[in-house]
């Protein structure tokens, strides 16, 4: 009987193993694989939600610092205004603009002797951007007759302010912010063309362009084309640093797609056109193609030529090895690769290509980037706007609008530096000048000169040079007189003798007049003309000195005044600005203003945080006010300042002169029926000099107004002021019917005629008064 076999269970189960449990592994492993998944996406999803908040928060808040921008005059043209077509075309040429024969695009301007054709460029005047348009403007007797935008008559038309400084913040970053509507369309083709002629067409990244881009680096053997979108290159400026890992590949890319999903084409255009890194000045960067313009070639994005934009756009590539000024021929050859694809491309033509590649690079000579080209302006700028708007509110981006003037401003430069120039010939290598500019109606402020060094933005004479002013103080002194005009008037007499004055200390003081003679007795009127001093302390003691001190702080003067003789004759320290304060109610009939430079200033946002808004006050009576221009306009004429006649001929100008002991400083205060002009001329160390008033500050100024063009004076007598005889012997008002008399304007409410003469006309018998007649 045989024996079953019987098998073990361990045997059993190693020879026949069970389908289930590979099946449970690979279940195992893909319900891993799965969570894995998606903790992957949630955290890619958690991570990209952080991604977003920081592109949104960088993208739509302050994206940039924007220095404060500093602005000149927006020129406004309307029918009756007055014009110099010279001074307007000088402007034109320093904001860029060409002048061409035929106007058919922004930045140019035809004129001829009757009328200009400017092509405005657009810009934001406060209430938006305003796009290009065509304005023209006749002109007739210096007078603008008509003014059309296009070719409709118009009641005003305004020309864009030039940019005349940044201040830089804190943080030191530079920028000038371009808005797509100003950038020229060909640098925009061009830089697309060059950089991404997909960009319009892909969501942030490309990838046949990456693959492409890798095969012609590997034909190459060296990097020779990048796969990176314009959309990846803005992530690479603005969020990412500039390390090549893998890392930062992805996260360059997701941060693409980001900005490509929430953002425009246009804005994410105009974002990389303000952000893009185009140089480096020292230890600043250059970003953005506005600032690039202003480093590379001193222009504005607007006035660049076709090879000027292809120079740009061939610095994205690498402005290290593209460097013009240390790579000259390589940046050409980068520059002319680039005209080469415009031309090809049709956006320039064959003659334009020809001249582009034909032309040097016309980089600037150095490549120091000057932050402000007025400095001595720009820092009256910053007094004003730490008055008016506290530090939070000088925040990134805010525009002021000043009322400089660019030509006016290089018409003082050159003055200054013309006379210096001449009086270091003779032998005064140590002159310093300084001059202020301001509009007598409006009180803005058009030029400021600190010193012979117009680019140094070192010791600002204009605004910080207290020295003593002189016969300066003598129209306000007579003006004081003058209000009081029943006692009072042109023609009254003024004691011209020695005269000793003691003080409560028992100092005494004994003025003297500059030649050294005494006339014993002279006019009012005269005593102001020749500028002599006795009559004119004399006069001021009569009337007080608390008068002479309070007109003074009434004109404009804020600082206290010594209550002391001396301060008749002009021993008030004082800068030219203050100077230029105290005459501006006098060059405007007694109407009080505070000279100004800043006259609006807007938000980035284009809010109104300031505007100047400061009525005239009548501080001075018309009246008064007309008898001290009559007495300036004699100054001119006949005066302390006659060499005008001759220096100016067949103008009508106010003004006066002031000198100070030993000659130390030289001051001449002139007006035209336009500016206000105040000169000074002396030394840093307050050492004497051989110049006068008139040999000096006027010289300067007449320089000044040579070149601006003298708008001629033109006072009509108010009512209540009428010309009257006045007896030379007694200073009374009289009739015609006496001897020895003059004519002066007068105000007639303080005029009380004499019957009694000194010398009746009828006493006159000899023939030769019979036949001159006896008047002056």
Known sequence: MSKKRRTSPSKKAVSKPSSNVPQSKLKRFSLFCLKASLVFILALGLYVIYLDSKVRKTFEGQRWHVPVQVYGEIETFAQGNFLNLSELRTNLTLLGYQKVKTVFEPGQFAMSESRIIIYR????????????????????????SQVYLEDSPAFVVR???????????????????????????????????????????????APLAIVRALFANLAAGRTVQGGSTLTQQLVKNMYLTREKTLTRKANEALMALILEYRYSKDQLLEAYINEVYLGQHYANGIYGFGLAAKFYFGKTIDQLSPA??????????????????????RATKRRDLILRMMAENNLINHVEYQHAVESPLSVRKTRRLSQQDYPAYIQQVKRELADILSPQLQQSGIRIFTGFSPSIQKNAEQAVAKRLSLFAKDGEQALQSAMIVTDSYSGQVRAIVGGKETQYAGFNRALNAARPIGSLIKPIVYAGALEQYESYQLGSILNDEAITLTSDAGKTWQPKNYDGEFRGRVSLLD?????????????????SLDRVANLLHILGYDEDVRHNPSMLLGAIDMTPWQVNQIYLPLSDHGRYQRAHTIEKVLSAQGETLYQYDHPKEQRLSLQASYLI???????????????????????????????????????????DNRHLVTTWVGRDDNKATSHTGSSGALVVFAEFMKQQGVVP????????????????????????????????????AGIVVSEQCQQPRGKINTWLGRLFGDDE
């Open 121 to 144: 460029r657009s810009f934001d005047f406060g209430s938006g951007l305003e796009q290009p348009v065509r304005i023209t403007i006749d002109v007739e007797d210096n007078q603008v």
């Open 308 to 329: 000027q934009m292809a120079t740009l756009i061939g610095q994205i590539k690498g402005p290290s090895y593209y460097d013009p000024w240390r790579y000259p021929e």
């Open 159 to 205: 020309l864009e302010p030039k940019l005349i400084a940044r201040i830089v913040p804190d943080n030191k970053e530079d920028r000038v912010i371009a808005p797509l509507q100003t950038v020229p369309e060909r640098l925009i083709d061009t830089l697309l063309l060059v950089e991404d002629r997909d960009f319009y067409f892909h969501k942030g990244v």
């Open 713 to 748: 004076l033109q006072r009509t007598a108010p009512d209540g002021v009428a010309m009257m005889r006045f007896e030379n012997t007694t200073g009374n008002a009289v009739t015609d019917y006496c001897a020895d008399t003059r004519q002066y304007p007068a105000i007639v």
């Open 629 to 671: 221009d009559y007495s300036l306009q004699q100054v001119t004429e006949r005066g302390s300042a006659r060499s005008l006649k001759w220096r100016l001929p067949e103008q009508t100008l106010a003004g006066k002169t002031g000198t100070t002991n030993e000659q130390r400083d030289s001051w001449f205060v002139g007006y």
């Open 527 to 543: 005593a102001l003309v020749y500028s002599l001093n006795v009559p004119t302390v004399n006069l001021g003691m009569e009337i």
